[in-house]
């Protein structure tokens, strides 16, 4: 069972940035999904989710910027992140949980001039 993050990078404020969440051994569309994010010297933050149904919910810092979804004929999650600024630098994770729960490892982003 492994989740693995890719995708992330440096980017210039205001750029986009796609991440992937490629899943292995479980069946991702059964699952809840969420994104974290964890900045160097700050707790880990939560910052989008999306339930088994399709429902997505979002942090306020990432509303109508950021956008989750999930590929399940492909058994991976992306994140959609747009007018990136430097505040969203960190290391971005994904987590699958149902009865139990499965984290990636994560996947840099760093958005600087």
């Known amino acids: 069972v492994q989740l693995v993050e890719s995708g992330g990078g440096l980017v210039q404020p205001g750029g986009s940035l796609r991440l992937s969440c490629a899943a292995s051994g479980f069946t991702v569309s059964t699952y809840a999904m969420s994104w974290y994010r964890q900045a160097p010297g700050k707790e880990r933050e939560w910052v989008a989710g999306?339930?088994?149904?399709?429902?997505?919910y979002y942090d306020d810092s990432v509303k109508g910027r950021f956008a989750i979804s999930r590929d399940n004929a492909k058994n991976t999650g992306y994140l959609q992140m747009n007018s990136l600024n430097p505040e969203d630098t960190a290391v971005y994770l994904c987590r699958a949980y149902r009865v139990n729960q499965y984290w990636g490892k994560g996947t840099q982003v760093t958005v600087s001039s």
């Open positions: 999306i339930f088994s149904d399709g429902r997505t």
